[in-house]
């Protein structure tokens, strides 16, 4: 297999993603000018006291990254939690856990290709939030490809261990071929978005906001060969809340406060999908409409759904396919306990605190 480090862009002209931009930046969290009725709590029932902690959050800039951070700041939860977060914005994964490790952020929302690091004992998640449908193979249609065998011998690019290369990896076998059939180039989604429009790859795997941008300037021009909803028999994608272990056994009681604004931010945001993808657009400083568009690209859990998935087993599984998943692909080694790096515990107090034993 062809891997190429980076491909040369010359006068392409880099274009900006309907999102925010790839260096960090820090965004105080905002409480809304008029707290909706839904988030105060009832005269009859007094309102829980808590001491104010400060928490720095990070995030990526799309839906399933945001849309639950977005409707608990909006929404008034974390502050009723006693929890000041101010959000960064990241493009990664494995970016967001350096940053927990070197001390700048305490807790960090990941896709799924992230959680392999989480497996191999860098971070602990303490929150399911929600599965993704947002991956997609794309490809352009005038270097001659409307089907996945087409993709023999083309340049594609993708973000190693990221859940849009494990959907191209299951696409290529789909059609019998592997990465070695192909030219793999490694971009960050950015980069992609720039060379699948000026035309100097051929195909890419990526993710929302990007997979919307590229259609929209693509038109005709881009075919969609696969999506997570082909292979949903297969792999579940989660995404999580994770934080340092170290972080975690400090800050326990904090955990489950962060827990408890999540679980009723879920309960909302499903009912509520597109308020909130308005929410996310503002935040991200990102197009308005193209948020909207992602509003399909995840599986929105509620928090009600989260409190039955602990007692009957569901959330553990979920883990338990996404870590087989990460054993085929090379990116763990060995089976290892869930309990081990998932902290059902915090999740479960948080779930019983807020729907009751």
């Not at 105060?40 to 029932?45: G, I």
């Not at 999540?262 to 009912?271: F, I, N, P, T, V």
């Not at 553990?316 to 990116?331: A, L, P, S």
Request: proline letters at 3%; a negative charge; charged letters at 20%.
């Amino acid at each position: 297999m062809k891997k190429l480090l980076s491909l040369a862009l010359a006068g392409v002209m880099a274009l900006s993603l309907a999102a925010c931009g790839s260096t960090p930046s820090s965004t105080p969290a905002s409480t809304p000018a008029s707290e909706p009725a839904s988030a105060s709590t009832p005269a009859s029932e007094p309102a829980e006291e808590f001491e104010t902690v400060d928490l720095r959050v990070a995030y990526m800039p799309n839906m399933g990254s945001n849309s639950l951070l977005s409707t608990a700041l909006n929404m008034g939860y974390f502050e009723e939690m006693g929890l000041n977060v101010t959000l960064t914005e990241f493009q990664g994964g494995p970016a967001e856990i350096a940053a927990m490790a070197s001390g700048d952020i305490d807790i960090s929302q990941i896709g799924h290709g992230a959680h392999s690091l989480c497996i191999n004992g860098e971070a602990k998640i303490f929150h399911l939030d929600c599965t993704s449908l947002a991956d997609a193979v794309m490809a352009n249609t005038e270097k001659g490809i409307s089907s996945i065998a087409d993709l023999k011998g083309k340049t594609i690019a993708a973000t190693a261990g990221t859940s849009a290369e494990i959907i191209l990896n299951l696409a290529l076998e789909s059609a019998g071929l592997t990465q070695d059939d192909v030219t793999l180039v490694e971009m960050d989604a950015n980069g992609m978005v720039t060379a699948m429009i000026g035309e100097q790859i051929d195909a890419c795997a990526t993710w929302s906001p990007s997979t919307m941008t590229i259609a929209q300037n693509m038109g005709d021009k881009v075919i969609t060969l696969a999506t997570n909803n082909d292979y949903v028999d297969q792999v579940t994608f989660p995404s999580s809340f994770i934080t340092t272990e170290a972080f975690a056994n400090e800050n326990h009681d904090v955990l489950v406060r962060f827990s408890r604004a999540l679980l009723k931010a879920q309960d909302y945001r499903a009912a509520n999908i597109e308020e909130v993808a308005k929410w996310v657009a503002k935040q991200c400083k990102a197009d308005e409409q193209t948020m909207l568009d992602c509003v399909g690209e995840g599986n929105w859990l509620t928090g009600e759904f989260i409190n039955e998935g602990l007692k009957d087993g569901t959330v553990k599984t979920y883990y338990e396919n996404q870590q087989k998943v990460f054993i085929d692909g090379g990116q763990v080694t060995a089976e290892v306990p869930v309990e081990d790096y998932v902290l059902f515990d915090v999740m479960e107090e948080a779930a019983a605190a807020n729907y009751g034993a």
